[in-house]
C-alpha cells in the first residue's frame, strides 16, 4: 500500500469516529440540591475570646449534600482557626472552612464545628452556609435560617494601680484599664470607705484622681472603680496607705501597712521611701529558684526586709537581713517549696517612718519536667500519609512533605532528625516552629536518597530540660520512571494520571495539585515523575515523542503510595531516508501492568509489633466518667484498645465507629486520649455529639510502654487479656468487627 493511501485509510477512520461519538447521548442532569436548614449556636459571643460555633445542618432536598462552605459574612468579625464534622474533609482559611468528600443523606442533620477568635464587638454579625450535592462544590444553594451573631464588647480590666504625690492631706492615684472608661475613687479609714470623688466620665484608657482633705498620719483604705460605655464596672481590690505627719508631730504607736504590721520611731516621719534592689541575676527559667541577694538604702533607718513571690499579695520575711536600724542593709533569701509554675518575685524594704520602697517584678518559670514529643502527622498538601499496620511510612526522595507533631511540657524548640539505617553518614536535620495558634509543631522536610529512615524528634525547654523521642520509621523510594523500550535509556515524557471519581464513577485528571503535586507532569532528563497517590483507582497514560502511547492497567491503593514503577514507551516505526528518519502515524496504545508501592510489603515491623503473643501491660488510668480503670475490668469479653488524641484528624475519623461500637456490651471498645486531661476530652466529645467514653493518658506513660507512634493504633486483645493483633490507621467498623470476632 502506498503511503498515501495508507494516510487516507487512517483520516478516514477518525472521521467516522468522531461522528459517531456526536451522535452519542449527552449524560441527563442531575436534579440538584432544593433545600437546606441551618441553626447556629451560641448565638452571643465575647470580643477577644476563642469561641467554637456549632452549625446544624438540615437536608431537605432529594439529594446528599457532599460539600458544605461556612463562613463569615464580615471577615473582619472572626478569625477562623479550625473546622471539624464527623467523616468530612476540612479546608481551613481566614476567614471560613470548606467541608469537602462528606455525606448528608436527606432528611438527616449534622453539626459542624468552626473555631474561631472573636476579633471585634458588633451588635449584629452573620455567616453564611452553602452546600452542593457535588463534592466540587458545583451549583451551591444558600442555605436558610437564622445565623446572626451578637458580639459583646469585653469586661472592664483595671491594672497598675499606684500612688504617688502622699502629703499631710492628698494623695494621687493612678491606674489602667483594658477598654476605654471612667475613673473614680473611693475611700475611708475602714474597708467601708464612705467617701467618694467626684466621677471623671472622660472614657481614657489611663486615669489618675487626686484624693484630698485626708487627715495627717492617718491609715486609710481606697479602691478605684471605672464603667465604660457599655456600663461594664470593675472594681479594683482594697488598698491601704498611711499619710504624711505633720513636721511636729510625733507618732509612737503601730500602724498597719499593707499586710505587715511596722513599729515606728518616737520621732518625726519623713516621707522618703528606701531603695532596694537584687544583686543576683535570675534567670527567666529555671529548675530551682537560687539564692537572691540585694541591698537597701534609707536616709534614715530600716525596718523590715521582706520578699514575695507571687507580685506582693503576700509578704515572707527574708532569711537572712544584715544591717536592719541603720541606714545600708543586705539580704538574701531562698524560696523552697515551690511547685513548677510561673513566680513573680519581688522585694521591699521598709524604714522606721512606714515609707516602702520594692524592686521591679522579676518573673521566673519553675520548670523541672522534660518536655514530651507526641503524636505526628507526616502529610504532603492535605493527604496524610498514614502509617500501614507495621508503623512505617512511605515517601519518595525529592518531595517536600511536612511534618506536625505535638509537645507538652513547654518546649521551647525541636529538631527532627531522620536517621538513614544503615548509614554511617550523618541524619539529615530539620528545625520546627511552633504555631501560636494551634500550638502545633511543624516543618517542611525532605528526602535526597532512597532509603530507611528512623524520624527521631529531640526537644529542649527553657530549663535544658531534654527529651529524644523516636517517631515514625520512614521509608523513602526513588521515583518512578519512563525509558525506551529498545534502549533502555531515560526518556523525558509527559505523564497524567487519571481517578476513578467515586460519585460519578467516571475517570477524570486526577486533581495533583490539591495534593501538592503536578498532574499532567513532565519527567526530567533522567525520566523521573514524582506522584504519592492518596487511597483510590488509578490508571496512568505516558506520552513521549517518537514513541507509542502507553496506558497503564487499572490499579489500586488502599493507603498512600509512592509510585515507584517503570514505564517503557516503545518507539515508533517509520521511514528513514539517509540521516532523516520520519514516523509512521500510530494510534496504537500500548498496555502494562502497574503496582505501584509494591516494595511496602518488605517493611519490617515497628516497636509495638513485639507485644502480639504478650499479656497486655498494665495500667491503672482514668476515664471521662471519672473511674480508675485496670486491664482485669477487661476480661473475659474481646477488646479494642485504640489510642489516639483529640487534635490528630485520622482520630476524628474514627471516632464515629468506635461510638458505635461501644454501645455493645459483647466487646470491650476503649478510647485511649494521649497528652490531654478529661475535661478537655469530654468538651471534645460533647461537641462532636458523640457518646464515648476515654480513658486519658496524659503524660503519655502508657503509649510509651505499648510502643505507640502513630494515631490511631489499635490494639485487639482476647478474652485472656493477651494481644493478637496491633493494626493502624482508620478502620471501618466491618473491619474493626472482623479483628475482635475469635478473641
Given at each position: 500500500m502506498s503511503l498515501k493511501s495508507r494516510y487516507r485509510r487512517v483520516w478516514t477512520t477518525l472521521a467516522v469516529a468522531g461522528l459517531l461519538i456526536a451522535l452519542l447521548p449527552s449524560p441527563k442532569a442531575q436534579a440538584g440540591l432544593e433545600s437546606c436548614l441551618v441553626t447556629i449556636s451560641p448565638t452571643t459571643a465575647e470580643a477577644g475570646t476563642d469561641t467554637s460555633?456549632?452549625?446544624?445542618?438540615?437536608?431537605?432536598?432529594?439529594?446528599?449534600?457532599?460539600?458544605?462552605?461556612?463562613?463569615?459574612?464580615?471577615?473582619?468579625?472572626?478569625?477562623v482557626q479550625s473546622g471539624s464534622a464527623t467523616g468530612w474533609s476540612p479546608y481551613v482559611d481566614a476567614d471560613g472552612v470548606n467541608f469537602r468528600f462528606g455525606n448528608l443523606p436527606s432528611p438527616y442533620n449534622q453539626g459542624f464545628v468552626l473555631g474561631t477568635t472573636v476579633n471585634q464587638a458588633a451588635s449584629s454579625s452573620s455567616w453564611s452556609v452553602r452546600a452542593s450535592d457535588s463534592s466540587s462544590g458545583a451549583d451551591p444553594i444558600t442555605c436558610s435560617g437564622d445565623t446572626g451573631i451578637e458580639i459583646t464588647a469585653p469586661p472592664v480590666v483595671i491594672s497598675n494601680?499606684?500612688?504617688?504625690?502622699?502629703?499631710?492631706?492628698?494623695?494621687?492615684?493612678?491606674?489602667?484599664?483594658?477598654?476605654?472608661?471612667?475613673?473614680?475613687?473611693?475611700?475611708?479609714?475602714?474597708?467601708?470607705?464612705?467617701?467618694?470623688?467626684?466621677?471623671?466620665?472622660?472614657?481614657?484608657?489611663?486615669?489618675?484622681?487626686?484624693?484630698?482633705?485626708?487627715?495627717?498620719?492617718?491609715?486609710?483604705?481606697?479602691?478605684?472603680?471605672s464603667t465604660d460605655a457599655s456600663d461594664n464596672r470593675a472594681e479594683s481590690s482594697d488598698m491601704t496607705f498611711l499619710t504624711a505627719a505633720?513636721?511636729?508631730?510625733?507618732?509612737?504607736?503601730?500602724?498597719?501597712?499593707?499586710?505587715?504590721?511596722?513599729?515606728?520611731?518616737?520621732?518625726?516621719?519623713?516621707?522618703?521611701p528606701p531603695t532596694v534592689s537584687m544583686t543576683t541575676a535570675l534567670p527567666r527559667v529555671v529548675k530551682s529558684i537560687p539564692k537572691v541577694r540585694g541591698v537597701a538604702d534609707d536616709n534614715e533607718a530600716l525596718a523590715r526586709l521582706e520578699y514575695s513571690t507571687d507580685g506582693g499579695k503576700n509578704w515572707l520575711p527574708v532569711d537572712e537581713a544584715k544591717g536592719l536600724g541603720g541606714k545600708h542593709a543586705t539580704y538574701s533569701f531562698t524560696p523552697l517549696n515551690l511547685d513548677d509554675g510561673n513566680y513573680d518575685i519581688v522585694v521591699r524594704a521598709i524604714d522606721t517612718s512606714a515609707n516602702i520602697g520594692t524592686t521591679s517584678v522579676v518573673t521566673v518559670v519553675i520548670d523541672r519536667l522534660p518536655p514530651l514529643v507526641g503524636g505526628n502527622i507526616l502529610s504532603l498538601g492535605p493527604q496524610v500519609l498514614a502509617p500501614d499496620s507495621k508503623g512505617t511510612i512511605a515517601s519518595l526522595v525529592g518531595i517536600d512533605q511536612k511534618v506536625t507533631l505535638s509537645s507538652v511540657?513547654?518546649?521551647?524548640?525541636?529538631?527532627?532528625?531522620?536517621?538513614?539505617?544503615?548509614?554511617?553518614?550523618?541524619?539529615?536535620?530539620?528545625?520546627?516552629?511552633?504555631?501560636?495558634d494551634t500550638g502545633l509543631w511543624s516543618g517542611i522536610i525532605s528526602f535526597t536518597e532512597p532509603g530507611k529512615y528512623n524520624l527521631i524528634a529531640e526537644s529542649v525547654d527553657g530549663a535544658e530540660n531534654?527529651?529524644?523521642?523516636?517517631?515514625?520509621?520512614?521509608?523513602?523510594?526513588?521515583?518512578?520512571?519512563?525509558?525506551?523500550?529498545?534502549?533502555?535509556?531515560?526518556?523525558?515524557?509527559?505523564?497524567?494520571?487519571?481517578?476513578?471519581?467515586?460519585?460519578?464513577?467516571?475517570?477524570?485528571?486526577?486533581?495533583?495539585?490539591?495534593?501538592?503535586?503536578?498532574?499532567?507532569?513532565?519527567?526530567?532528563?533522567?525520566?523521573?515523575?514524582?506522584?504519592?497517590?492518596?487511597?483510590?483507582?488509578?490508571?496512568?497514560?505516558?506520552?513521549?515523542?517518537?514513541?507509542?502511547?502507553?496506558?497503564?492497567?487499572?490499579?489500586?491503593?488502599?493507603?498512600?503510595?509512592?509510585?515507584?514503577?517503570?514505564l517503557a514507551l516503545k518507539p515508533l516505526g517509520g521511514l528513514s531516508i539517509g540521516s532523516l528518519h520520519i514516523p509512521w502515524p500510530s494510534f496504537a496504545v500500548q498496555s502494562v501492568t502497574v503496582a505501584g508501592g509494591s516494595e511496602l510489603n518488605k517493611q519490617q515491623s515497628s516497636g509495638q509489633g513485639t507485644l502480639v503473643g504478650q499479656q497486655a501491660p498494665d495500667f491503672a488510668l482514668n476515664s471521662t466518667e471519672s473511674r480508675l480503670v485496670h486491664p482485669a475490668d477487661f476480661l473475659g469479653r474481646p477488646t479494642l484498645l485504640t489510642f489516639g488524641a483529640t487534635w490528630s484528624p485520622t482520630t476524628a475519623e474514627q471516632l464515629a465507629v468506635l461510638a458505635k461500637l461501644q454501645t455493645n456490651k459483647e466487646l470491650n471498645i476503649v478510647p485511649i486520649a494521649l497528652q490531654e486531661n478529661a475535661p478537655k476530652v469530654r468538651a471534645y466529645t460533647d461537641i462532636a455529639g458523640l457518646k464515648l467514653n476515654w480513658l486519658v493518658d496524659p503524660d503519655s506513660t502508657l503509649s510509651n510502654s505499648y510502643g505507640v507512634q502513630s494515631l490511631p493504633t489499635h490494639f485487639f486483645v482476647d478474652r485472656r487479656g493477651v494481644i493478637r493483633q496491633v493494626v493502624v490507621g482508620v478502620l471501618s467498623k466491618e473491619q474493626l468487627l472482623n479483628y475482635l470476632v475469635g478473641l
Amino acid at each position: 500500500m502506498s503511503l498515501k493511501s495508507r494516510y487516507r485509510r487512517v483520516w478516514t477512520t477518525l472521521a467516522v469516529a468522531g461522528l459517531l461519538i456526536a451522535l452519542l447521548p449527552s449524560p441527563k442532569a442531575q436534579a440538584g440540591l432544593e433545600s437546606c436548614l441551618v441553626t447556629i449556636s451560641p448565638t452571643t459571643a465575647e470580643a477577644g475570646t476563642d469561641t467554637s460555633f456549632n452549625f446544624d445542618i438540615t437536608n431537605n432536598s432529594t439529594e446528599s449534600i457532599r460539600w458544605i462552605d461556612i463562613r463569615a459574612v464580615n471577615p473582619a468579625d472572626f478569625t477562623v482557626q479550625s473546622g471539624s464534622a464527623t467523616g468530612w474533609s476540612p479546608y481551613v482559611d481566614a476567614d471560613g472552612v470548606n467541608f469537602r468528600f462528606g455525606n448528608l443523606p436527606s432528611p438527616y442533620n449534622q453539626g459542624f464545628v468552626l473555631g474561631t477568635t472573636v476579633n471585634q464587638a458588633a451588635s449584629s454579625s452573620s455567616w453564611s452556609v452553602r452546600a452542593s450535592d457535588s463534592s466540587s462544590g458545583a451549583d451551591p444553594i444558600t442555605c436558610s435560617g437564622d445565623t446572626g451573631i451578637e458580639i459583646t464588647a469585653p469586661p472592664v480590666v483595671i491594672s497598675n494601680v499606684s500612688l504617688s504625690g502622699l502629703t499631710e492631706s492628698s494623695v494621687n492615684v493612678s491606674w489602667n484599664t483594658s477598654s476605654p472608661a471612667t475613673a473614680q475613687v473611693n475611700y475611708g479609714l475602714t474597708n467601708g470607705y464612705g467617701s467618694q470623688t467626684a466621677i471623671d466620665n472622660s472614657l481614657t484608657l489611663s486615669h489618675q484622681v487626686t484624693v484630698s482633705g485626708l487627715s495627717p498620719n492617718t491609715g486609710y483604705h481606697l479602691q478605684v472603680v471605672s464603667t465604660d460605655a457599655s456600663d461594664n464596672r470593675a472594681e479594683s481590690s482594697d488598698m491601704t496607705f498611711l499619710t504624711a505627719a505633720k513636721s511636729s508631730s510625733k507618732v509612737t504607736n503601730t500602724v498597719f501597712i499593707g499586710s505587715s504590721g511596722v513599729a515606728l520611731l518616737d520621732k518625726p516621719i519623713e516621707k522618703v521611701p528606701p531603695t532596694v534592689s537584687m544583686t543576683t541575676a535570675l534567670p527567666r527559667v529555671v529548675k530551682s529558684i537560687p539564692k537572691v541577694r540585694g541591698v537597701a538604702d534609707d536616709n534614715e533607718a530600716l525596718a523590715r526586709l521582706e520578699y514575695s513571690t507571687d507580685g506582693g499579695k503576700n509578704w515572707l520575711p527574708v532569711d537572712e537581713a544584715k544591717g536592719l536600724g541603720g541606714k545600708h542593709a543586705t539580704y538574701s533569701f531562698t524560696p523552697l517549696n515551690l511547685d513548677d509554675g510561673n513566680y513573680d518575685i519581688v522585694v521591699r524594704a521598709i524604714d522606721t517612718s512606714a515609707n516602702i520602697g520594692t524592686t521591679s517584678v522579676v518573673t521566673v518559670v519553675i520548670d523541672r519536667l522534660p518536655p514530651l514529643v507526641g503524636g505526628n502527622i507526616l502529610s504532603l498538601g492535605p493527604q496524610v500519609l498514614a502509617p500501614d499496620s507495621k508503623g512505617t511510612i512511605a515517601s519518595l526522595v525529592g518531595i517536600d512533605q511536612k511534618v506536625t507533631l505535638s509537645s507538652v511540657g513547654g518546649s521551647t524548640a525541636i529538631e527532627l532528625n531522620a536517621l538513614r539505617v544503615g548509614s554511617k553518614s550523618q541524619a539529615q536535620s530539620f528545625s520546627l516552629t511552633k504555631s501560636v495558634d494551634t500550638g502545633l509543631w511543624s516543618g517542611i522536610i525532605s528526602f535526597t536518597e532512597p532509603g530507611k529512615y528512623n524520624l527521631i524528634a529531640e526537644s529542649v525547654d527553657g530549663a535544658e530540660n531534654r527529651t529524644s523521642r523516636t517517631l515514625n520509621t520512614v521509608y523513602v523510594y526513588s521515583p518512578a520512571h519512563t525509558i525506551d523500550q529498545t534502549t533502555l535509556r531515560p526518556l523525558v515524557s509527559t505523564v497524567t494520571l487519571y481517578y476513578l471519581e467515586p460519585d460519578s464513577r467516571g475517570w477524570v485528571v486526577w486533581d495533583g495539585a490539591s495534593y501538592g503535586q503536578a498532574n499532567p507532569q513532565k519527567s526530567n532528563k533522567r525520566g523521573e515523575f514524582t506522584l504519592l497517590l492518596p487511597p483510590g483507582k488509578y490508571y496512568l497514560k505516558a506520552t513521549a515523542a517518537g514513541h507509542e502511547t502507553l496506558i497503564s492497567s487499572i490499579f489500586e491503593t488502599k493507603q498512600s503510595k509512592p509510585l515507584t514503577a517503570s514505564l517503557a514507551l516503545k518507539p515508533l516505526g517509520g521511514l528513514s531516508i539517509g540521516s532523516l528518519h520520519i514516523p509512521w502515524p500510530s494510534f496504537a496504545v500500548q498496555s502494562v501492568t502497574v503496582a505501584g508501592g509494591s516494595e511496602l510489603n518488605k517493611q519490617q515491623s515497628s516497636g509495638q509489633g513485639t507485644l502480639v503473643g504478650q499479656q497486655a501491660p498494665d495500667f491503672a488510668l482514668n476515664s471521662t466518667e471519672s473511674r480508675l480503670v485496670h486491664p482485669a475490668d477487661f476480661l473475659g469479653r474481646p477488646t479494642l484498645l485504640t489510642f489516639g488524641a483529640t487534635w490528630s484528624p485520622t482520630t476524628a475519623e474514627q471516632l464515629a465507629v468506635l461510638a458505635k461500637l461501644q454501645t455493645n456490651k459483647e466487646l470491650n471498645i476503649v478510647p485511649i486520649a494521649l497528652q490531654e486531661n478529661a475535661p478537655k476530652v469530654r468538651a471534645y466529645t460533647d461537641i462532636a455529639g458523640l457518646k464515648l467514653n476515654w480513658l486519658v493518658d496524659p503524660d503519655s506513660t502508657l503509649s510509651n510502654s505499648y510502643g505507640v507512634q502513630s494515631l490511631p493504633t489499635h490494639f485487639f486483645v482476647d478474652r485472656r487479656g493477651v494481644i493478637r493483633q496491633v493494626v493502624v490507621g482508620v478502620l471501618s467498623k466491618e473491619q474493626l468487627l472482623n479483628y475482635l470476632v475469635g478473641l
